[in-house]
């Protein structure tokens, strides 16, 4: 049975509260204060006051008023005793948080009727989560604890040292290959690779746990519970050592919490490094699996504090709130309170920078909530398909359904006790409403249209084989300045002269039946013979434009850009092989890749001027000069292609041997004005800032929408 109480209307200060007897307090000592844990040994949880509050709480003993506690707390403490506002508010936290009963009997706010008392007594519909499933079990905690004692050596402070050297090689050993590091990611996220991917992580995350267990252990806690969570329905295990809250430093509580993020790092950097060195594509496959699991998905979860992991509880320590997350969860329901109904709630037991903390951090949390709500059910939607469209389903009944349907329930309550408190409630809800439907579906947002592209030095530049020929000698070098004319290269083919000879020699001898057919005046014969010299002659001049372009010469001025020129001495080249470039600077342009769902606004464009950005935030101008008209999926440049480090995802072409977008793009061509040419060297990625785009938060969702189904549809392709 639970009593709800109204704490603007009722006299607080007569109230008779009484703490729960199985509640255990210690001093804790925090730099320049001195605070006291709370433990509630039934429900594993643990909370933290000041010494104020502590000897305040001490008095309630169901037979004291709060008005009597907080003037014997005065005796004793004088001026650093609570005010009678802060001890309404310290009541009113302790019967939420159910530290405290009222008379016998369990309290919950008015102004939070929907709360449950606790989890435990939620139904099994309240508390089932499709994209989150605790299973605890029992029979692998004695494995663990077990287990657990193998992982001591890992902790002491020379293995610690030992480890944070390996990160460091780690770091390096990567950073020294990054291009094909990014490369290999290709095979990572291929679906032939889920389940290998699937066990690493499954096994990485037992680890991580294990040294959860043997972190408590070494400072004598103990865990009280294991199990598994089923993130999307992806296994996560997980190990309870709140009881690590009983330690005195807060530096051991930190380590605990860290000690899992510090075991997977440390394999990552070991795996890094073994990867930097192994040649076989099967064990560097796994490798990479192994880093990327044990880094990134440790850092992006693990070490987020906006949720319940680690991360979260380290930043509980390092502010010393051990209960940030419930009193910011409180802090964002007052401000809801004061909002809705007017009610000027006295709940808040922090002040300063905490009470600032507390805000932004439940603020925080509920933006990241949203994000990775919508985040799971994006990711369910493409994973799962249509079980995808299931679980969906019983999220939207989960996070949207039953919340407005608890609302409903709380604003009827609400009417019945006051009524002019519902009409603001309302009014004020209507108006959010109004306004955030408004900034959705009406309100455009203008921004930048960003463009990936590489600088490209132009088109008719390159100097190609005119014949057949081997190179025999090289009459220039990388960089040089040549002009119209100049000799670049010279080849020999003997057989072109054989041939030459040959056919000089059948012109000769056409020419003397000629004269002879002429004397015995055979005027049929001569006719033959004169067409037989003419077709002769077309012969030999062909074979004398052969010859003549055995000889490379420059067909501009410019700089000669050939690397690896002086290796093809005396090597065979067929005709049209391109042998060097000569370029110019003002040669130079910049070839964009524009997304299908930009190509109006950019196609507006053509001929204005446009920003180009370079990686180092370096800017420069041009003029979009061009686009192609129809898109293509064929790949503009090799450095736009993201398994070499570019912006654009690729896919194999096993027939053509090369790479092909994953969506259709249009091609544009930009011009650099030329004051600028010389800061934009050929062959670096850049991006392309062309026009504006005003589209609503809708629209932009909606277009990522389609830009998702359409490569989900090109992998189904591929894979078909």
């Known amino acids: 049975m639970s009593l709800v109480i109204d704490r603007l209307t009722d006299d607080v200060s007569q109230w008779k509260p009484r703490v729960l007897p199985e509640l255990v307090f210690w001093p804790d000592r925090a730099p320049g204060e001195i605070q006291y844990r709370i433990e509630v040994p039934s429900r594993h949880k643990f909370f933290s006051v000041g010494y ?71 139904g099994l519909w309240d508390r089932f989560n499709p994209f989150w499933i605790k299973l605890p079990l029992p029979i692998v905690d004695h494995l663990i604890r077990s287990s657990a004692g193998l992982l001591a050596p890992i902790f002491s402070p020379l293995a610690v040292a030992a480890a944070c050297l390996i990160m460091l090689v780690g770091i390096v050993s990567v950073a020294m290959q990054w291009d094909r590091f990014i490369a290999s990611s290709a095979a990572i996220f291929s679906p032939s690779t889920w389940v290998a991917t699937l066990v690493t992580w499954i096994v ?25 969570v089923l993130v999307l329905l992806a296994p996560l295990a997980y190990v309870d050592v709140t009881t690590s809250w009983r330690l005195r430093s807060r530096w051991q509580r930190i380590a605990i919490a860290a000690a899992g993020m510090y075991l ?29 699991a044990a880094s990134l998905s440790t850092l992006l979860f693990n070490a987020n504090p906006l949720m319940r992991f680690d991360g979260y509880y380290i ?11 419930g009193e910011g969860s409180m802090a964002i329901r007052d401000l809801a309170s004061r909002l809705f109904y007017a009610r000027g709630i006295a709940r808040d037991r922090h002040y300063g920078w905490r009470r600032a903390a507390v805000v932004g951090y439940g603020i925080a949390s509920i933006a990241w909530r949203i994000l990775i709500c919508i985040s799971l059910v994006i990711a369910a939607g493409f994973m799962f398909r249509g079980a995808g469209v299931v679980l969906v389903g019983f999220a939207m009944l989960a996070w949207v359904i039953r919340p407005i349907a608890r609302t409903l329930q709380s604003l009827n309550r ?30 455009p947002v203008s921004t930048a249209i960003v463009a990936p592209a590489v600088v490209d030095q132009g088109e008719d530049v390159a100097v190609r084989t005119a014949t057949d020929g081997f ?38 001898q056409a020419e003397i039946r000629k004269r002879s057919a002429a ?61 060097l470039t000569i370029a110019l600077p003002s040669d130079r342009r910049v070839i964009a890749s524009i997304a299908q769902q930009d190509i109006r606004q950019v196609a507006m464009q053509v001929g204005k001027p446009v920003q180009i950005k370079t990686a180092s935030r370096d800017r420069a101008a041009g003029r979009l000069a061009h686009i192609h008209p129809l898109a293509t999926s064929e790949l503009q440049h090799v450095a736009l292609a993201g398994i070499h480090d570019g912006p654009l995802p690729v896919r194999a072409d096993s027939e053509a041997g090369t790479y092909r977008l994953l969506s259709p793009r249009f091609e544009a061509i930009i011009d650099i004005d030329a004051g600028e040419i010389d800061r934009l060297p050929v062959g670096q990625t850049v991006r392309v800032q062309i026009g504006r785009m005003s589209l609503t938060p809708y629209q932009r969702v909606r277009v990522w929408f389609q830009r998702l189904l359409e490569m989900e549809r090109t992998a189904a392709r591929d894979r078909s």
Request: glycine share 6%.
């Open 414 to 443: 609400q009417r019945q006790r006051a009524p002019a408190a519902c009409v603001r409630a309302v009014v004020v809800a209507a108006s959010l409403a109004v306004i955030a439907i408004a900034g959705i579906f009406y309100m």
């Open 204 to 228: 990485l995350k037992f680890l991580h746990e294990l040294a959860h267990a043997a972190a408590a252990r070494r400072y004598g806690c103990e865990t009280t519970q294991v199990g598994i």
């Open 315 to 325: 930043l509980t320590d390092l502010l010393q709130l051990p209960n940030l997350a």
């Open 519 to 579: 004397e015995k005046q055979d005027v049929a014969a001569v006719q033959i013979e004169r067409e037989a010299l003419q077709a002769l002659g077309d012969r030999m001049q062909q074979l004398q434009n052969q010859i003549d372009g055995l000889t490379v010469t420059a067909h501009r001025d410019g700089t000669i850009v050939a690397r690896g020129l002086a290796d093809r001495l005396q090597q065979y080249v067929p005709e049209g092989t391109e042998l």
């Open 264 to 292: 997977e790092l440390t394999i990552a950097a070991i795996a890094a490094i073994a990867w930097c060195w192994v040649d076989s594509p099967v064990i560097t496959f796994h490798l990479y699996n192994v880093i990327l």
């Open 52 to 122: 104020e509050e502590y000897v305040f709480i001490s008095l309630l003993d169901g037979k004291t008023t709060v008005a009597q506690a907080c003037g014997r707390a005065a005796q004793t403490l004088g001026r650093e005793a609570l005010t009678q506002r802060q001890a309404d508010s310290i009541t009113h936290w302790l019967l939420q948080q159910e530290l405290a009963t009222l008379d016998g009997v369990k309290v919950r706010s008015a102004a939070d009727p929907a709360q449950p008392n606790t989890p435990a007594k939620q």
């Open 471 to 508: 190179v025999e000698t090289i009459d220039v070098v990388d960089g040089e300045t040549v002009r119209t004319g100049d000799i670049l290269i010279r080849l020999r083919n003997e057989e072109l002269h054989h041939q030459l000879v040959k056919l000089q020699t059948e012109i000769g």
